[in-house]
């Protein structure tokens, strides 16, 4: 059971990025995916999650209306849809896959600067 999070790389402010998040060795069709950032001295927030069954999304305040979270259950990727970045946005993100209550799998982060 692996997730691989890729996509992340130097934005200017306004600008957009789309991370990915690989899962090998299940199927998408039975996790939640959540994606997560640490910025420099700050603690983990939770930015983005999506169900299982895709009927619930959840988004931080911060992000609202700039990021999109989907999936693709033929290609088992999950996908953080990222427009309108900010300055603040920077930081290293992770993306999680979980069952039910817990974020059992975890990620290697990808990093994200937004800077002009």
């Known amino acids: 059971v692996q997730l691989q999070a890729s996509g992340g790389g130097l934005a200017q402010p306004g600008g957009s990025l789309t991370l990915s998040c690989a899962l090998s060795?299940?199927?998408?069709?039975?996790?939640?995916i959540g994606w997560f950032r640490r910025a420099p001295g700050k603690e983990r927030e939770g930015v983005s999650c999506?169900?299982?069954?895709?009927?619930?999304?959840y988004y931080a305040d911060s992000v609202k209306g700039r990021f999109t979270t989907s999936r693709d259950k033929i290609k088992n990727i999950g996908y953080l849809q990222m427009d309108s970045l900010e300055p603040e946005d920077t930081a290293v993100y992770y993306c999680?896959?979980?069952?039910?209550?817990?974020?059992?799998?975890w990620g290697r982060g990808t990093q994200v600067t937004v800077s002009s």
């Open positions: 060795g299940f199927s998408l069709d039975d996790f939640a």
């Open positions: 999680a896959a979980k069952r039910n209550y817990e974020w059992e799998y």
């Open positions: 999506i169900s299982k069954s895709e009927d619930i999304t």
